[in-house]
């Protein structure tokens, strides 16, 4: 089934794993339920301020509307029509804000389903502070890392079966005859693949990424200890990759004193150890390359740091495209009332127009986001002594009205 695109639009195109950007891209988008009504508006308007602020009327992002989630079972019935991904996978980038995941009946989660259909390996999430923001930490502005989570494989991939089934008997029985390995018979089976082909692209990307974006350090987290063959293997092609880039990354353990500079280092660290790491050091991490479930935790817990969800943006990559996503859910009791927080959405756009070569504008973004912020112009979630609360709208005409100092053509 192939969808009719918008006129006046051009395709993104990957060139090594790079876009290629014309002056009017079409971009695709997926406004999300719940709470995805009132922020994808509020992301939209910034997205569209900054980039004319930065470009004039030289360029201008051409939107084509997607549907998922309940906006999709709605207007055709289903929740992830054939007609979405035939569009994504022509459009190559898009952004979307959260979707809900029916709870049981055998539909599986939406996010991990276009994932996986666009083989979108990696897991992106930058985390940094932005003053003003409450946070736990009595240093928060030490926290600037950014994740890479395996997104195919692990026990997350959703290779199970409940107890009692006939495939998790079939399993249990194999493994018993086979293997003289006893588990209960009652027992619910998931499986844990772990390969050398998705963990060695997913460690060559951060370290590519650290390397031209000038970071300091790769840390590999794994539960190798325990789970050997799985996360231990991890973190052994890891260091395999970390030989491909000669010159450019040293291994910690091969440091005495500190690191020539431009020079990435690479190092491991035990899982639950880096659940502490992050807490107690976390000027010592920056570049974070992980499996998927690992991944998965780490991120909201490194997120909490600086003021949760509510503010982490995220991308899902692969080397043909890329979609960028609100990393919290729908936040359903906050839904249609303009009082969400929409930096997640926001700064998953500041990534997307990083990603697109689109620097100038990715920066007035991020900075009368920042801004806002700091003068103390603040949604309901984020209000301390001395903020003001706004709505999800106000919050981004306050941001537009702070772009009109900044940047421009
Ligand atoms: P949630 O992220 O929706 O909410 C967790 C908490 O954070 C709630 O207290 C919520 O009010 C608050 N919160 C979240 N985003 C916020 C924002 N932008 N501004 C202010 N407060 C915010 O998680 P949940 O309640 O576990 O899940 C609700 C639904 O979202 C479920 O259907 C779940 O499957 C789905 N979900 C989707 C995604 C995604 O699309 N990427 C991610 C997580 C959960």
């Known amino acids: 089934m192939t969808s009719t695109l918008p006129a006046g639009g051009d395709l993104v195109e990957f060139v090594q794993g790079q ?3 014309p002056d009017h891209p079409l971009v695709a988008f997926i406004e999300g339920d719940g709470i995805g009504i009132d922020i994808w508006p509020a992301t939209r308007a910034v997205t569209e301020a900054a980039v004319q602020r930065a470009y004039g009327q030289r360029r201008k992002i051409v939107w084509v509307e997607v549907l998922a989630g309940e906006k999709a079972k709605k207007l055709t019935g289903g929740y992830l029509p054939a007609a979405t991904l035939d569009t994504l996978r022509r459009v190559k980038v898009g952004i979307k804000g959260p979707l ?3 709870i049981g009946g055998g539909i599986r ?3 991990v389903a276009l994932r996986q259909e666009l083989d979108l390996y990696a897991c992106v999430r930058p985390v940094r502070y932005y003053q003003g923001v409450p946070s736990p930490l009595k240093h928060p502005e030490q926290v600037d890392m950014v994740i890479y ?6 026990v997350y991939a959703g290779i199970e079966w409940p107890s009692g089934s006939a495939e998790s008997a079939l399993l249990i029985g194999t493994l018993k005859d086979h293997l003289g390995v006893r588990i209960d018979p ?4 998931g499986i844990k693949p772990i390969s050398p082909n998705a963990s060695k692209r997913l460690v060559r990307r951060a370290i590519a990424y650290a390397i031209e974006a000038h970071r300091r350090s790769v840390t590999l987290v794994h539960k190798g200890n325990i789970q050997k063959f799985t996360e231990g293997a991890f973190r052994d092609w890891g260091y395999e990759v970390a030989a491909e880039f000669p010159g450019r990354v040293v291994l910690e353990q091969e440091l005495n004193g500190p690191p020539p500079d431009g020079v990435v280092v690479i190092k491991d660290r035990i899982a639950d150890n880096m659940f502490q790491q992050v807490l107690l050091h976390p000027e010592a991490y920056d570049v974070i390359a992980t499996t998927n479930l690992n991944g998965d935790y780490l991120s909201d817990a490194i997120a909490a740091e600086v003021g949760g969800i509510g503010m982490a943006p995220g991308a899902n990559l692969s080397d043909q495209a890329a979609v960028f996503e609100a990393t919290h859910g729908t936040a359903p009791r906050h839904a249609g009332k303009d009082e969400a927080n929409p930096g997640s959405l926001m700064l998953s756009a500041v990534m997307m127009l990083q990603a697109m070569g689109w620097q100038e504008a990715a920066k007035i973004l991020e900075d009368s986001l920042a801004k806002s912020i700091a003068d103390g112009i603040v949604t309901y979630d984020l209000v301390r002594p001395g903020a003001t609360r706004v709505a999800t709208s106000e919050f981004a005409r306050a941001m537009i009205a702070r772009m009109q100092d900044m940047g421009g053509n």
């Open 19 to 21: 876009m290629r950007t």
């Open 186 to 189: 009652q027992s619910g089976i």
């Open 109 to 111: 989660s939406l996010n």
């Open 100 to 102: 809900t995941t029916p």
């Open 149 to 154: 989570r395996e997104n195919t494989e692990d």
